[in-house]
């Protein structure tokens, strides 16, 4: 008996020593995960800086500072590939090469994704609780954006005077918008190969919402198949052929009765269902037609990551931000 316990003390004491050299051996396996220069950090004040630097910048920048643990293997693959994919989509070192509206604009999208709950990661936050934003820390982010949206106080009589003539040039745009008929004509494709989609004009509106930090105002609007999948409950996942277009408008400056609406077009972004045809983006298509002229957005076909990108967060919800309320589902309306 003494024999068999010694025999097998020595096979555990053997199977630890190989796991351990495994494990050591597995240590230098790293991929390499630098910090470049910081080139162009974001143009923001430093209370904003702050927020930032405290629960984005260890994945979004090129001032990464793992902790003792992040730096074991195997834990060390897992962080340096989200590093990486994390400064690809936002790079708060080098985003101030951009304009300072798209840098308010990407500061926003990332925001939105705080206020979700999916920045920064659920799963970074289960080992690095300390990069959780707090309400204060939001409101800080939110306040920064709402103020670099507010009008200058100099221009502001010049905005006024200027706002009669907006409103009627909007009231023409917009009568000639819901007037149209026909299709659109040379309204080049998305550069993923999604076709514009001129009848969506005449679809049902089913949302609405705004953007604080740019002040637009966004109609959503659904085709039949939209409208119908609504009615009978059958919008997780949408069916194949579901279509959706969000509508973005300027907004007007109030008038006298503080009544704000819809001013100068911007653009519209259609989204449609195919869970074949767009396997690779979630099993939908998504595109962006820019001013008056339908311009596609972008520069290639990999514009689409900045869309799937924004609607991983409702992922739950087949990737759709916009969920009817119980009236429209019970009334199918």
Known sequence: ?????????????????????IFIGLQFIRPELTNPPVTAEIQAPEEVKAVLRHS????????????????VVPAYWLVSSDVKEARRHLNFSEIGKLSAGVQKGTLFEAVNMIQLGAMPLPRYLTVHPGAKVTPEELAVLRNYLTEAAAPD??????????AVTDASAADTEYSKWVQASGPATNVQPEFNGLAFMPDYRNWKAISSTDRFDNQTMREILGNDVAIKAIAENHINPWP???AFAKVTWAQSQPDDKDVVKAGKF?????????AKKYASTEGW?????RGTDLKPYGRDAAFQNECTGCHAPVAKNDFVYTMPFHGQIAGGQ
Request: charged share 25%; with cysteine.
């Open 1 to 21: 008996m003494a024999s068999d316990s010694q025999s097998g003390f020595r096979a555990i004491t053997r199977t630890v020593v190989v796991l351990g050299v």
């Open 56 to 71: 984005c910048y260890s994945c979004h920048s090129n001032e990464t500072k793992l902790p003792w643990f992040d730096k």
């Open 153 to 162: 106080p100099a221009k502001a009589a010049e905005a006024a005077a200027k």
């Open 240 to 242: 194949d052929g579901t």
């Open 266 to 274: 911007v653009q519209v972004e259609l989204m449609a269902k195919d």
């Open 285 to 289: 298509g998504f595109g962006r037609w």
